[in-house]
């Protein structure tokens, strides 16, 4: 059986400074997110083991699957300067301020569970995925593995990588 153990917080104070300090990167990364064609402004700050912050945003496009999610910009982003170091968290909001209506936590689409399920992958480590919520409301899933269960990996590649 597949579980998503999900856990809620409604305020920062559980968090470490820096935590807090992932969460106010990814909020101040929506001003430059670049969606003209949706108006769903998204925002990803990716927190690296060596506690550096590499913030993104989605990028839209005219041809629409040009474009590219927030979590993504933010991951490869992160991992184009530093390859090495191992993202230990991905922050991920959009932008209630200006949708005071809208309530709802927003989780990483399937294609970017996919690319943060690489990093684990690549590094055998957890990465901790905290989706800010409206006001101070988090969501917190320890590990990708949790949001996509029985995922694709690379290991089953290895077995068809030299011709038979
Ligand atoms: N989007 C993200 O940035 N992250 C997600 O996980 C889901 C969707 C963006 C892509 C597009 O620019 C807009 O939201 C609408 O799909």
Request: aromatic share 12%; charged share 15%.
């Amino acid at each position: 059986m597949c579980e998503c153990h999900v856990e809620l917080y409604d305020h920062y104070n559980s968090f470490s400074e820096a935590e807090r300090q992932l969460f106010a990167a990814a909020k101040a990364a929506l001003h430059n997110a670049y969606a003209p064609y949706s108006n769903f402004q998204v925002a990803a700050a990716v927190w690296l083991s060596d506690g550096s912050i590499y913030q993104g945003n989605n990028q839209e496009n005219a041809a629409y699957p040009s474009g590219l999610c927030a979590e993504r910009v933010a991951l490869f982003y992160a991992s184009a300067i530093k390859p090495d170091i191992a993202p230990r968290g991905i922050a991920v909001t959009v932008n209630y301020e200006h949708h005071p209506d809208f309530d709802q936590i927003v989780s990483p689409c399937g294609g970017c569970r996919q690319v943060i399920a690489e990093y684990e992958h690549k590094f055998k480590q957890p990465i901790c995925i905290y989706l800010l919520g409206s006001g101070t409301k988090v969501a917190v899933i320890r590990t990708m593995s949790e949001l996509l269960p029985l995922l694709f990996s690379g290991d089953v590649l290895k077995s068809f990588s030299t011709p038979k």
